[in-house]
Structures are given as C-alpha cells and as structure tokens.
C-alpha cells in the first residue's frame, strides 16, 4: 500500500467524494423516458473526466438506448489489458415518500452516503475512474493497458451494450474484465462475486371485459382480470416458494459440495439476515435449501407490481378491463432464459381462466454465470485485497444479475473479476439507498493495488 | 300526458340540457380530496337552483364529508309527502385516456350526451328539479309535499346521509322516497328498481420485508407480498366465480320462483349481454345460475386494483415492502355487511401465507334490500310510466348498491321508489360515461307524470 498512486488517492479524497456527489445529483433513470438527457448528461460528465484524466480515444457509443461511454489507454505494451466496466444509469426512486433525505441530494449521515446509485453503480464507477486517475497522477502512466466501457441501460436489460458486445468490436480486445457492480459480503470481507443469476423480466397482461365495467352491475357475470392473474400468480409458485411451472427446474447444475461448504463457513446468520435485511417475520423459500442456496443458486418467481385498476386513494367500484403483472425470474447455472421463458408462456396461457385472454411479454432477459477461481486476475486480486483489507478473500455468488459479465464471457471470451464495494444492507433498488465512505475510499485503494499487481 | 307542466318541461328542454352541462363541468369527484371544492360548488349549484324555481328552507348540511343539499316545499295540504333524493358527487375519470371527448366536458354524439356523471347521477338529479320546476312554473305549486335531499359522498360510501338519516331529523319526515339512481333494463322499457344488493368495501394489505428489497438479492428467501395476496385471492373465489369463504353463502334468502319467472321473460339474451356489455371472450360466473341471478341475487367478490410495488414504464426488480388489494363484496338479502366482514377477515387472517402480515380494513359497507311492488307508490309509478313510455314496467333488481335506500327504510320508514332512467350501456364507473339525451327528456315528463299522479 506504498505505491505513489495510493498515495494520491489518500490526499485527494475529499476532491474524489464531492466530485461523486456531482454524478449522483444527475438523475439518470434509465427506465423512465423523462430522465433521457439526464442519462445523457450522465455519460457526458463520465466521458469529460476519462479525457480529462488522460484517457484517450474517449467517446460516446450511440445505439437504441442511453449511450455507452468508452475510453482507453493502451500504452502498457506487453501487459495485460483490461476491460473495465461499470453503469452510470440508476434505478428509479420511487416510492420516493420513504427516502429520509432527497435521493438525487447526496447526503451524508453516519459514515454513509445517502443517494439513489450510490452503491449502485455510480458510486464503483467513481471508484475505478478515481483509482486510474491516481494512477496516472502519480506515474504518468498506466501499469497495464486499460479500455473504459460504461453503459446506461443496466437496469432496463443493458440491449445496447450487449449488442455492442455481441458484435465483437475492435475496441473491446482484452484480456479480462474488471466488473464493480457487486458487494462485499460483510463490512470488512473482502470479496470477489464468481457467480451470477440469470433472469428473464416479463409482463404478464390479463383482460376481461372490453372497458372497465361497475362492479355491481356486472359483478359475478364479467370476467375480473385482478382475480384471473391472482390466480395465474398462486399456481406459478406455491406459498413456500416452489415453483410450479412443469420442468422449470430441469437441468440445473448444483453447486459442488466444495462450494457448499464454503458457503457454510461465511459469516452468515439465518435469523440476523432475517432481522436485519428483510425484516419480515419470517423467511420463505424452498425446503430444504439454505437461504444462500435459495437465492444464489435456485431459481425464483417474483411479482414486483400490477399495474391497472383503481389504485387512487379511497373507493372505486370497477371492474377493471385488463391488469399487467410485472414477473420476473432469476435463472442459475443450467438454465437458459429462452427455455425459463418458453416454459412459463405455455404454461400461463394453459392456465389461464376462463373468460380472459393472456398474454406474456419479454421485457428483456440474461444468462446466469460462473467463473472459475483458478485464473490469474482472480488470484491477483486476492493478493491485493489482502494487502488493503488484512483478510483472505471470500468467493461468493450473487442472486442478482449482470448479464453482461456472460457476455463478455461468450462473444469475447473474458474472464470477470467482480470485485465490488457495496454492503447487503445498502438498500439498492430500494429507498434511501446508501454507499459506505470507506469502502468508498478503500474500494479506490483496492482497485489501485489489484491493477497494480495484474501488470506487475 | 297533457299537463301544462308536461308542456313547460317540452318548451325548456333546450335550457335544461344547458344547465345540465354547466352542472357536469364541475369535476365534483368525492373520493379525491383534490376535488374537495368543486364538490361545494357543485352542493351549492343546486341549492341555488332549487331556491330559484321556488323551493324553500333551502340549505347545505354539513358533516364529515361533502354537504347535504336540503330544500322543501309543504303547501300540499293533505296530500303525500315525498323525499327526493338523488348524488351529485361522482366517480374518478381515470383512465383519462380512454375518453373520447373529456369527461368533464360534456358532448353531445349519437343522441347522447358523454360526461363523467350524466348518467350517474347529476342527469338524474336534474331530471327531479326540473321536473320540480315545470310544476312550479306550470301551476304555482306542487301536486305534493316534497323535500329534497341531495348527496355528495355517494360514491365514498354515504356516510353523510347516513348519519343525518339515522338521527331521524324532523326535515325527513315523509311518506316514501323517490330515488333516481337506477337504469331502464332495456331502451324504451319502463322499469322500476325494487332490490339492490348491499356491499362491504374493504382493503387487504400485505406486508413483508421492513422495505423494498432488490428481487435478485433476495428472491427465493424474502416474501413477496404481491405473490402472497394473489394466493389470498386466489382462495376467496374460485376461478368459475364461487366464493370460498367459509360460511358466506349462509342465511341468503334466494329470489321467489314468481320473480325468477318474471326475470326469465325479460328481454335479456345472455350471449348479447356478453357481447355489447361485457365484451369479453366468455361470462364467468356461479355454475347453475342465470346472469341475472349472478348479478341481482348473489354475492360476488372483486378485485379493484394492487396498488403499491412497481407499476411505472419498463422494468424495476424489486421485491416490495407491501401490496393492498381494494375488495369489495356484494351482498344479497340475508346476508348483512358486518358478518360478511367477519367472515372475511378472520378467513384471510387464518390463510395468510407465512412470512407475511395482512391487515383488512372496512372501507365503506351497505345493507342489501327489497322492496314490495304492491305499495301505492309503486303502482302509482307504474301508471304514469305506462302513460310516458306506452308500455308496462317492468321491476328488476340492481347488482349495484344504494345503501341510503336501505337506510330510508330502517330509520325513517319510507319505502322507496327507485325511478331511474339510465341505460344499461352507459358506462358509469367507466370511460366515456354517458345519458341518452331522450331518456333525460322523457325522464322529467315521467318524474312530472308520477309526482302528479301521487299528488292526484
């Protein structure tokens, strides 16, 4: 932890946060059409600081979405070249009466900082552009060759960046990627994630009656689309959380009993997790399986809203025309989003209630990952976090997804070092999302030592 | 049909039909506090008006809501007195952009007039006061006594003139009520109401994790309260329309064999009613009954809408902290709102899927209720009917609810005349509400003809 860039970075930290405050104060929600120049605006400050750090080439990438951001600096000859990747886009605020302090006015409270992206991405983007800056600052050059790729449409699917991927540009030639996307698993742990659900995102859309009717006149004769995909929700996954679908569960690969065992060495409480994370009185799930088995390596149907109908305050007496359940489906090794997908959609319109018309949407999907631990950027990255944490490195899964990492796997045949600095309980995708100062800092540190020890 | 009253009613229609629309641009929606002041403005219109054609003691009542409207007139020595009661508050507009022409703007197409409450109710109740006011204007007075008491919480459950009902106000004192509220079961057909099914409106709220949580991170172990309450849903109703609850069909009094011989020569083709009403691809409903025994004479359960979770454009993977569902249940003679209610929760507190915490809350409830056709009030309506339309009427029920009808006969004593001259197709609750311009017209010559008629 001597080297000059570390350095650097230390004395330059309170410049590096209030400079990540001005990124969080952009409100890029990619899912909402109303925040498109925000995206914009987003990329735009990423791609001014990459040039102004002294990365070259720097541009946007335009396709049909929010642009990516690319830059490079490939002066490291006969070093390794790393892909380095990250989102600048953020997940949509709401419900927006729960946040204690505003979520695009980055604040401040208990070591934390309070902000929608925080953690998630804006925050590990900051980390990795702020970690090449010291670098730069403090060497006037890199130690290894070094391609910046930042996209905004994580959380819509990210189709362009796997488009852009998937045609195999040029630009994109390395030799692993450097993925800032995952979380630590306890403050303090140092962690590198090896594994990733997959997932397929779908509306499931249900209608009745032509127009909303009146629920006395018509009730008990018309059809009710909220009590059709009620029903068509209760017999995709029962209450324990088994799913229904007929060969959903086909072909999955288990993990190894040594994984297994590791797994059961963590620092993980059922009944802390329980009170801590989720706060519900009690955890659901599968039989037999532990929580970290049911939620990074079995798969999961989950409602996140049903949009239509009467959901002003007060009474309505309708029967509402049609009604649209947003589904997803987390996906593990041995499954394929096109075959989850296929299995589901036969299965809906097999079941679907007499007196209504269904229809299942793909919103978008991904491929779940593993990677192998034996590679050498994973063992140099173990080596560096040592160095910075004091602790030997622990290889877990996640249940999310980043399909992106099984694309830079399958079309430019990249391993991905998930190295991440978030904590389980930041609340991203949720109110009052926060990101930890120091693993802010030490996340910048890490980083500094892990491509310092890959170009070493 | 040749009273002078009938003569000034046909040589104002033009004016009346003005004045109605100035009454249909108030956006008077009782159920969004936005509206709380058009409300009042729609209370005090009326007012005004019945106060201008030579109504006295005119006033708004207050309670905890929207005003009541009271006029009177009392000179009818020894004849009957009547209470005419009628709302003025109506439903949301919502989908907004499903209306052709805005809802409170009202348009003139196809012989009918599109607004967001001209049928339901403010073309009915002005029906009454310009019936009121061709009298007046015709004979200096009335052919009875008559108050009039109009609402504006009808469509948040009436609790106003429930209240004011049931402390028996001298005000209210009367012989029966006349409640232009309903439909004619078919275009050109006399009809009167003589049953209404009751109701209870309830919220179920499910809650799960302290917060939203991201559904990659811990899908398959937190619960999801939106799968929980479709699997609540699930088993309050089966998918043909049965009711699962425990008990809920218990002590209903079914309809006598002469009303169903009665129900089955009405003009009514099921495949029809299908077709232009509902429009949905098949019926539903409780095997072995008639779609008018579904609708007038069993209780049904419906779903209104799932408010909370994600519900914007695109996708979000979130598991929420929370689902409500808003249900209601219809309710049938024999059944009352508070054991209906009893049932229902202690049955959802006994099903609650593990993992998560439901509350139901009563929103708003109605007794149901049935009218005998052999008072004088009701024969002398089907007189003047007969006179107006040419045809015998016929007495249906409502699958709807009225629950101040019910009220009228519990606290005050009056059976109520339920005189409406709405059409089956005319969408209240929906978009593109509307009243069929010949029906507001023959509506007030039918209103003159029965006050007259009583009065005689």
Redesign the interface.
């Known amino acids: 932890m001597s080297s000059s860039a570390v350095a650097f970075a230390r004395q330059n930290h309170s410049r590096f946060l209030d400079e990540l405050k001005a990124l969080l104060r952009i409100p890029s929600v990619s899912?909402?059409?109303a925040h498109k120049d925000d995206c914009r605006k987003a990329a735009e400050a990423l791609l001014a600081e990459l040039k102004r750090i002294g990365l070259e080439n720097g541009r946007l990438i335009e396709g049909e979405g929010h642009p990516l951001v690319y830059a490079d600096w490939l002066h490291a000859a006969g070093k390794p070249t790393v892909l380095i990747y990250g989102h600048y886009d953020v997940?949509?605020p709401?419900?927006l009466d729960?946040w204690l302090s505003p979520p695009f006015e980055p604040t401040e409270r208990n070591g934390n900082l309070y902000a929608r992206g925080s953690a998630d991405d804006k925050g590990q983007i900051w980390a990795q552009v702020k970690a090449l800056e010291s670098l730069l600052a403090a060497n006037g050059s890199l130690p290894l060759n070094v391609r910046v790729l930042f996209e905004g449409d994580e959380?819509?699917?990210g189709e362009v960046i796997a488009q852009y991927v998937a045609s195999k540009p040029a630009d994109l030639k390395a030799d692993f990627a450097l993925v800032s996307d995952t979380e630590l698993f306890a403050p303090g742990l140092p962690t590198l994630c090896v594994g990733l659900?997959g997932?397929i995102?779908t509306e499931l859309e249900v209608?009745?009656?032509?127009?909303?009717?009146?629920?006395?006149?018509?009730?008990?004769?018309?059809?009710?689309p909220?009590?059709?995909?009620?029903?068509?929700?209760?017999k995709?996954?029962d209450?324990?959380?088994h799913i229904l679908i007929p060969g959903f569960y086909d072909g999955i690969i288990p993990p190894s009993p040594e994984e297994l065992a590791a797994w059961k060495s963590l620092p993980f409480d059922e009944e802390e997790?329980r009170k801590t994370?989720?706060?519900?009185?009690?955890?659901?799930?599968?039989a037999g399986y532990s929580?970290l088995e049911?939620?990074w390596a079995?798969?999961?149907?989950?409602?996140?809203?049903?949009?239509?109908?009467?959901?002003?305050?007060?009474?309505?007496?309708?029967?509402?025309a049609k009604?649209t359940?947003?589904i997803?489906m987390?996906l593990v090794p041995g499954m394929t989003p096109a075959k989850a997908f296929e299995l589901y959609k036969s299965y809906v319109e097999k079941i679907a209630?007499?007196?209504?018309?269904v229809e299942v949407r793909l919103?978008?999907s991904g491929d779940p990952c593993l990677i192998p631990v034996n590679n050498r950027y994973i063992q140099a990255a173990t080596r560096a976090l040592h160095e910075v944490w004091g602790k030997d490195t622990v290889f877990i899964r996640?249940?999310?997804?980043i399909p992106i990492v099984g694309d830079f796997d399958h079309h430019l045949g990249l391993p991905s070092v998930m190295m991440g600095f978030s904590l389980?309980d930041d609340?991203?995708?949720?109110?009052?999302e926060k990101f930890n100062l120091k693993n802010f800092e030490l996340g910048i540190v890490s980083l500094i030592r892990f491509l310092e020890e890959v170009g070493s």
């Open positions: 899912t909402d059409p997940q949509p709401d419900p729960e959380e819509v699917g659900r997932m995102y209608r009745g009656a032509k127009t909303d009717l009146h629920s006395g006149m018509y009730g008990g004769a018309a059809p009710n909220f009590v059709s995909i009620a029903h068509i929700i209760a995709l996954k209450e324990k959380g997790y994370e989720v706060g519900s009185k009690q955890l659901v799930g599968e929580v049911r939620t079995r798969p999961t149907v989950e409602v996140h809203g049903i949009p239509g109908g009467f959901i002003g305050a007060g009474a309505k007496t309708v029967i509402p009604a359940a947003k997803s987390r209630p007499i007196g209504v018309d919103i978008h996640s249940g999310g997804s389980p609340s991203i995708h949720a109110p009052n």
